[in-house]
C-alpha cells in the first residue's frame, strides 16, 4: 500500500501525512479506528496471565491497606483479587502479544511505522475510578480502548525537570492541569495516540474497561552511548591507545592541556564515527528481545538436511513470540540479518524474507543459505516448529 493512501486506522490520514503533522510532535485523537472492534480477550483472561509465572503483571491500588498508589508486582492469585475493592485499582500486564496470537495480529495494523520500532502490547483493566495518575511516558504510545470506556485527559509537553510525587514506585506527576479541549472519554475501538512527554491521565469510567497500550523502543542517549561504547570495545585491539607522537615540550609538566585534550578527543571521536559499526549494533540492540528466558534454545544442533526433509514433508517453521527480527542491505545482493540481538549476514532476499511476516515453509528453502540459516534461528529459539504452538 502507498504511504500516500488514506488509512482509516488513522482517520483518513495517510502513513506519511500522520508521520509529517503528529509522529512525535502532538496527540491524535481518532474514533472508531477499529471499527467493531472486540478486544481478544476479557478482564478474567488478563487476571489469568497475572498470574503466572514469568509474565510481568503489576497491581496499582490508589488507597492501598500500605498507603496511596501502593504497587504489586506479580505473579498474583485468584485471592488477591478476591480482596480487591469494588474501585480505585489497575492491573497492567506487559508484553501480552507474547502470550496471546490475537493479541499480536494487532501489531499488523502498525506497519506503516518500522516493525523494530515496536516494544510489545501491554494491557490494562481496570474497575471504575482506576488509574495509575496522571503521568508522562518517555515513548510514544498508541491507547486502543479495548472494551469498556475510559476517560483520557491531557496535560500538554512537560519537561523532564517536572516534579513528581516522592515515596511511591509510580512517576505520578505533583501537578497535572488538563489542556482545554483535551478531555474525552473513548469507547471500544477509539485510539489515542501520545507522543513522548506528553502528560496525561486515564481514569476507568466502567466496570469492564479493557486499554492496550502499543508502546514503542526509543533507548535513551545514555544508554545508547554506553551500549555502543561496549559493543565497539569488544572489537578494539588493545594497541589503539591514546597517543602524542610530536607533542611539544610541556610548560609545566603537571598540566592537562589543550593540545592532550584534543588528542584524546580525536581518539575517541574517531573511533566512534564508524557509520558501519554503528548500523551493525544499531539493528543487535533494536532486536533484542524484551524478556531473553521467553527464547527456548535447542540442547541439540539441528541438522540442516533434517530440518529440510520435515518443511518438504508439509511441516512449517514460526518466529517465537517475542522475537524480533530486522534487516539491513550490506550491498545489492547481500545484508545483515539482525534476530533477537544478534547479527549474521546473508544473502539479501533471504534476510527481507525472514525479517517479514511472510511463511516459512518448503518455499523458503528455494532462497540461498535457506537451510543452515532457518537451522540456527532454530537452535537460538528465534525460531520454532509451528506445530509446538498447536499443543
Known amino acids: ?44 483472561e488478563l487476571a489469568g496471565l497475572a498470574c503466572e509465572e514469568g509474565i510481568e503483571a503489576r497491581l496499582v491500588e490508589e488507597h492501598g491497606a500500605d498507603g496511596p498508589w501502593q504497587v504489586r508486582h506479580g505473579p498474583f492469585d485468584e485471592g488477591t483479587f478476591a480482596r480487591l475493592p469494588e474501585r480505585d485499582w489497575t492491573l497492567l500486564v506487559q508484553a501480552v502479544d507474547h502470550y496471546v496470537p490475537e493479541v499480536a495480529e494487532l501489531l499488523e495494523a502498525f506497519t506503516f511505522l518500522p516493525r523494530w520500532r515496536l516494544d510489545d502490547i501491554m494491557i490494562s483493566y481496570a474497575p471504575p475510578g482506576g488509574s495509575v495518575g496522571p503521568h508522562v511516558d518517555q515513548y510514544d504510545v498508541f491507547l486502543l480502548q479495548g472494551s ?36 474525552w472519554v473513548l469507547e471500544p475501538g477509539d485510539l489515542l495516540y501520545l507522543p513522548p512527554g506528553w502528560a496525561h491521565h486515564g481514569v476507568s469510567q466502567s466496570d469492564d474497561c479493557l486499554t492496550l497500550s502499543v508502546g514503542f523502543r526509543a533507548p535513551s542517549a545514555d544508554e545508547a552511548i554506553t551500549s555502543f561504547a561496549d559493543y565497539l570495545g569488544e572489537q578494539l585491539p588493545a594497541s589503539r591507545r591514546y597517543s602524542d607522537a610530536g607533542m611539544a615540550p ?49 540442547e541439540t544442533p539441528t541438522e540442516p538436511d533434517a530440518l529440510v526433509a520435515a518443511l ?53 528453502l528455494a532462497l540461498p543459505g535457506a537451510a543452515e540459516l532457518l537451522a540456527a534461528l532454530l537452535d537460538a529459539g528465534s525460531l520454532a516448529w509451528a506445530d509446538e504452538f498447536e499443543e
Do not use: N
Open 312 to 364: 518438504q514433508e508439509g511441516e512449517a517453521l514460526q518466529r517465537s513470540p517475542g522475537s524480533r527480527f530486522a534487516w539491513r542491505a550490506l550491498d545489492d545482493e547481500h545484508a545483515t540479518l539482525f534476530a533477537d540481538g544478534d547479527g549474521v549476514a546473508c544473502a539479501l532476499p533471504l534476510a527481507r524474507h525472514l525479517a517479514s511476516d511472510a511463511p516459512l515453509d518448503a518455499e523458503t
Open 148 to 183: 469498556g470506556q475510559r476517560r483520557w485527559q491531557l496535560g500538554g509537553r512537560v519537561g523532564d525537570d517536572a516534579p513528581i510525587l516522592d515515596g511511591i514506585d509510580l512517576r505520578i506527576l505533583e501537578r497535572f492541569a488538563v489542556e482545554d479541549g483535551d478531555d
Open 1 to 44: 500500500m502507498s504511504s500516500d493512501s488514506p488509512l482509516p486506522m488513522l482517520g483518513g490520514l495517510s502513513a506519511a501525512e500522520f508521520l509529517r503533522d503528529y509522529w512525535q510532535q502532538k496527540p491524535l485523537l481518532i474514533r472508531g479506528a477499529l471499527a467493531d472492534f472486540e478486544c481478544p480477550l476479557d478482564p478474567d
Open 250 to 298: 610541556p610548560m609545566d609538566p603537571a598540566e592537562l592541556d589543550d593540545a592532550a585534550v584534543a588528542r584524546m578527543r580525536a581518539l575517541i571521536l574517531e573511533t566512534l564515527d564508524d557509520p558501519a559499526q554503528l548500523a551493525q549494533w544499531f539493528g543487535r540492540v533494536m532486536t533484542q528481545p524484551k524478556y531473553v528466558d521467553q527464547l527456548v534454545a535447542s
